[in-house]
């Protein structure tokens, strides 16, 4: 089965056309299909590009402002676009194709963003959580649901109205007759039910990232790291708060299934996995991200078992969640700097944008196999590319990860 991005976005078929396995510089198409969906924004104009085999089409939108940065959604399937001031949306509409089944050309369509814009006196933060991008304007927090995003919906944003000044954007931790969420004052992380402040709370100041998977909100806070669990009983919930041990360093994290990775300021990756116990712990020692000397420009992780991808001014380095890694030159790039170089990931891939060299490469792992590859390089389109976004169904492409 193939997955189609329909209606509302471009299929990037052939992006790349280098031959897999190839070290030759012909740039050729002789290689499987690999299809995907990139959204670019430009450091030099407001323009949002899409990539389509190569070659960059702008839609009719653009971001309110020169340099966008993009956060895909926790499904793959939409986008928040942040500048100074202001937020808009764009969703694209993955719809699956049966294995020969016809493409029709009519459904080659731009997207067109949302309605929908938020704007700030402040600089806008947005956050992922479950089932919506969590925005904070003005020091109050803004949901947003993915679905009303959707083709057909009225999109709209659900404040959730505490009276309080608000330092970071929310966590939803449940949504129905009550609503329950993790709310940030500056001087403690809260839980709220509804507009009620609980006794649930944990000492942070200054919020360094959260992330939210599952029944699990992870946030790194101060020097510290810890995680707000809610679960569900008979008659009622309960909520834990536990403190991660062995991480004190601020840290940014990401999570991708199930699994949950951080980089800290300590240049160290930590992996957290769900035990026996239905708890996260520590997965093993932290380990470098990247070799002595060498400054880490840019990281991420893959949707499928988030293998790391830690990209470095001359290459990148895949680590398993053990610290186990392998690395792959960028050959086509040279005299480069971490200025000139963006990342974006996908379902087993990666894809590194070289400004200075005018390169795109694709690095993947096919079914079946152990490590990463260069799928191919292809000629960047796209002067100044200040961000990207993949889109892409998160976790459903089928491939055998082995570590």
């Given amino acids: 089965m193939k997955v189609t991005l329909k209606n509302s976005a471009i299929i990037l078929s052939s992006l ?17 299909e690999h299809e ?26 653009t971001a309110a402002a020169n340099g966008a940065a993009l956060l895909l959604s926790n499904t793959g399937e939409h986008a928040a676009i942040i500048t100074a001031g202001q937020v808009q949306f764009v969703a694209a509409h993955l719809e699956e194709e049966e294995e020969g089944e016809a493409h029709d050309e009519e459904e080659h369509e731009l997207p067109e963003l949302s309605t929908l814009e938020l704007t700030s006196t402040a600089q806008p933060i947005v956050a992922n959580t479950i089932g919506h991008f969590s925005v904070l304007v003005d020091g109050a927090t803004q949901l947003v ?3 009303l995003l959707e083709e057909g919906q009225i999109p709209d944003s659900e404040p959730l109205s505490l009276g309080i000044t608000e330092t970071y954007p929310a966590l939803l931790l449940e949504e ?31 919020v360094n990232s959260t992330v939210h998977s599952g029944e699990f909100a992870l946030v790194s806070c101060d020097d510290a790291s810890f995680i707000v669990k809610l679960e569900e009983g008979e008659s009622d ?5 536990t403190t991660i041990a062995g991480v004190s360093t601020p840290v940014t994290w990401a999570t991708r299934g199930g699994v949950f990775v951080g980089r800290g300021n300590d240049d160290k990756f930590y992996v957290l996995e769900e035990n026996a116990d239905e708890e996260l712990e520590l997965e093993g020692s ?20 988030a ?30 700097d971490c200025d000139d170089l963006r990342m974006t990931t996908s379902n087993s891939a990666v894809f590194v944008f070289d400004n200075l060299n005018g390169v795109l490469y694709e690095i ?13 390089r292809e000629d960047l389109s796209v002067d100044g590319v200040a961000d990207a976004v993949n889109f892409h169904e998160v976790g459903t492409e089928s491939h055998d990860h082995e570590h």
């Avoid at 790349?16 to 499987?32: K, P, Q, Y």
């Avoid at 995907?36 to 939108?61: C, K, P, R, V, Y």
Wanted: contains cysteine; negative net charge; glycine residues 4%.
């Fill in 16 to 32: 790349i056309l280098a031959a897999c396995g190839s070290d030759s510089d012909d740039h050729s198409d002789a290689h499987e």
């Fill in 36 to 61: 995907h969906a990139l959204m670019i924004s430009q450091q030099n104009t407001m323009a949002l590009s899409f990539l389509e085999e190569g070659a960059a089409e702008n839609l009719d939108d």
């Fill in 145 to 147: 649901p993915y679905e």
């Fill in 176 to 206: 129905g007759d009550e609503v329950v969420s993790l709310v940030f004052n500056g001087t403690n992380a809260v839980v709220y039910e509804d507009d009620t402040a609980t006794l649930d709370t944990q000492a942070c100041a200054t």
């Fill in 237 to 241: 919930h309960t909520i834990e708060i």
């Fill in 286 to 305: 932290a380990f470098d991200a990247t070799e002595e000397s060498a400054e880490l420009c840019d990281w991420g992780i893959d949707s499928l078992e």
């Fill in 307 to 336: 293998d790391i991808f830690a990209l470095t001014a001359s290459k990148v380095t895949i680590f398993d969640h053990e610290g186990e890694s392998h690395s792959i030159t960028l050959d086509e790039t040279e005299n480069a």
């Fill in 364 to 376: 993947d792992k096919e079914e079946d196999a152990t490590e990463y590859h260069i799928h191919g």
